[in-house]
């Protein structure tokens, strides 16, 4: 089920039901000359909606244009940067609105730069900030011990900032950066996209280190990797 579909009357059954709300989050990022700029955002929205495909779960519209830093390349390859204080007043405005609108989780997937990068971090810092401002809002000024009528307010523990690979995942997937998982992730979701033939025009650090290499990628290997994703997400979704 995606929010994009849903009418009000849809929301409202969701949020009663207690579904937990998936955001994507990923950007626009040079992931070497042989595979797509949204790689990230595809891998995380491709997890997200298999997750709702599994278990009860609306996906939420992306947040497609994350902070980068340049890290890998310029414009030029086709990466986009954004500030990141810019990004994270962004971010707590949509947050806000899911949490006003009443989702009791609301579960951010990243693929990009792992937790404690600049896109991460915004999610985690808007986050943590709604819990306090939203429950002292609801609560008045005496909310630290104060027992409200209603929980209804509460927003501590609502927002969720994971990556794509969970811990449990870890011991299948190593994360890379356009190397043998990143690349084979995306030859099995969106096969179209990779063309492995032109790491021999170009290639990077990324792509070419020893025991991890983009041209060793394969499909297979791909699915692998995304169902130890699916099955630790699973997991975390069902146990939280
Ligand atoms: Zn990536």
Known sequence: MFLKHMRPDQLHEAIRKNLPLLLPAGCVECHGVHA??????LVAESLCTAIAEHVQAVVAPSIDYGPTGWAVSGPELGTVDVDGNHFYLYVKDVLRALLLMGW???FVVIQHQGMDGPEALAFRKAGAELAFELTRSEKGLGWWGYQPPETHGNAFGRVRVRPTILPAAEAVCH???AGHLETSLLMYLHPEQVDLTLLDQRSFWYTDQPGNLARAAS???GQRYFEAMLVAWIAEIDGA
């Open 36 to 41: 797509a700029l949204g790689l990230d955002m």
């Open 104 to 106: 009791p989780r609301i």
């Open 175 to 177: 994360g890379d950066h």
């Open 219 to 221: 499909a297979e290997d």
